[in-house]
């Protein structure tokens, strides 16, 4: 639901009454994952898609039906070998979506609000709903802020703000759910991640299992560009089109300018690795070295090979790629911080132009954060969604408490 966290917090503001259908699990070639949602106002009008228009129709009519009767549903879609003309995915997977009311009164909706209003302005915030348990737990809310972030919450069910200030709402069952499942949502926040757990209701890992599905919303991740070349504006633009709030830094500020980089989120002129130095990264950072000069490679690289980011590359050729390795290791770098290398940067494309190569280098991002080959999949027998996850029991779940 987060992922139409924008316009959602507006049919709040202007006071209107919807239903959002989110993916909860996938298996086999499903085309969205967990998180991913379609909603449809009192009006009819729709936003968003869970399954790139496979079963769009059935969940419209779901979410009309959660709008007339307050309840919410868990629904299973799949290919149908018997009817290959019935509602399902022709492409061979199978999604789970849950269908929620979201009125006007509803319990529910003020916690909802809160990490719509969240995700809507880029704060990190992560929103875990109850799927399959008992009737009248389904479907409760609760929403966990980063530790030393949380606004000014708002409060329903059975939260009790002597347990912790990192949460607001709450499944109105034992004290012990509420800090077991906002410890999870937390883990999952930390590491951007969207999906389900499942749980005792007293918070243990016994008793009767409740499925908890966690949405993760988090600042978009950084790109940092080093090197203001003309390679580093294609692949700006590039990093924009994925989402990433993009840096440029370069030393040379007659490079380093917003004329050149206009789509850049930042630009700062200084020496790479000093900047490197004082900025914050994370273990979604990537780090695209395009400066192809010694001087400003090899001190940036010894720090970025000992950071926790998700992608180290560098520009140059073979032989470059070879001189700079032995200069790296004359300061220090070891064969294992080496190895973290992606240099020559890029997967081979063929690449020539700017925007080619900006292209080979954002593939490699992303079949690295995937967990991609890089091959073709013409003729392979790998998959194509590489993030897939287990999917629960499907089935008539109750009323939203």
């Known amino acids: 639901m987060l992922d139409i966290a924008e316009e959602l917090n507006r049919w709040v503001e202007q006071g209107r009454d919807f239903a959002v259908a989110t993916v909860v699990a996938v298996g086999g070639s499903a085309p969205r994952q967990p998180g991913a949602?379609?909603?449809?106002?009192?009006?009819?009008?729709?936003?968003?898609?869970?399954?790139?228009?496979?079963?769009?129709?059935?969940?419209?009519?779901?979410?009309?039906?959660?709008?007339?009767?307050?309840?919410?549903?868990?629904?299973?879609?799949?290919?149908s070998d018997d009817d290959a003309f019935a509602v399902g995915l022709t492409c061979g997977g199978i999604i789970d979506i849950l269908v929620t009311p979201v009125r006007v009164g509803?319990?529910?909706?003020?916690?909802?609000?809160?990490?719509?209003?969240?995700?809507a302005v880029g704060r990190a915030a992560a929103l875990a709903r109850i799927v399959t348990g008992p009737a009248d737990l389904v479907g409760r809310a609760l929403l966990v802020h980063p530790a030393g972030s949380h606004p000014a919450a708002t409060y329903t069910?059975?939260?009790?703000d002597s347990y912790d200030d990192c949460y607001d709402g709450g499944f109105g069952a034992h004290p012990g759910l509420d800090r077991t499942v906002a410890a999870e949502a937390a883990a999952f926040l930390d590491a951007g991640r969207t999906g389900t757990l499942e749980i005792g209701e007293q918070g243990s890992r016994c008793g009767a299992p409740l499925t908890v599905l966690v949405e993760s919303s988090v600042p978009a991740p950084r790109m940092i560009v080093f090197g203001a070349i003309d390679f580093a504006s294609a692949l700006v633009r590039v990093g924009k089109f994925l989402n990433y709030h993009v840096t440029v830094c370069d030393a040379r500020p007659v490079f380093a300018t917003e004329a050149r980089f206009p789509e850049a989120d930042e630009i700062v002129v200084d020496w790479?690795?000093?900047?490197?130095?004082?900025?914050?990264?994370?273990?979604?950072?990537?780090?695209?070295?395009?400066?192809?000069?010694?001087?400003?490679?090899?001190?940036?690289?010894r720090l970025a090979l000992r950071l926790p980011v998700a992608y180290v590359g560098a520009m140059g050729s073979r032989r470059t790629h070879l001189d700079r390795n032995d200069r790296l290791r004359e300061v220090g770098v070891t064969e294992l911080e080496l190895a973290?290398?992606?240099?020559?940067i890029g997967l081979d494309l063929g690449a020539r132009t700017p925007e080619e190569t900006a292209l080979s280098i954002a593939a490699e991002i992303v079949a690295n954060r995937r967990g991609g080959s890089g091959i073709p999949l013409t003729g392979a027998h790998t998959p194509i969604h590489?993030?897939?996850?287990?999917?629960?029991?499907?089935?008539?779940i109750g009323s939203v408490a």
Do not use: N
């Not at 790479?272 to 690289?301: N, S």
């Open 340 to 344: 973290r290398l992606r240099s020559p």
């Open 106 to 119: 509803d319990p529910v909706r003020p916690v909802i609000a809160a990490a719509l209003e969240a995700a």
């Open 37 to 79: 949602a379609l909603a449809v106002a009192a009006d009819g009008t729709a936003i968003g898609s869970v399954s790139g228009g496979c079963v769009e129709g059935a969940v419209y009519a779901l979410c009309q039906q959660a709008l007339d009767d307050g309840e919410s549903v868990l629904e299973r879609f799949g290919y």
């Open 157 to 160: 069910g059975s939260y009790d």
């Open 272 to 301: 790479p690795h000093r900047y490197l130095e004082r900025t914050e990264v994370d273990a979604r950072t990537v780090l695209c070295v395009l400066t192809h000069d010694a001087k400003f490679d090899v001190p940036l690289l």
């Open 386 to 396: 590489h993030d897939t996850t287990s999917a629960p029991p499907t089935g008539r």
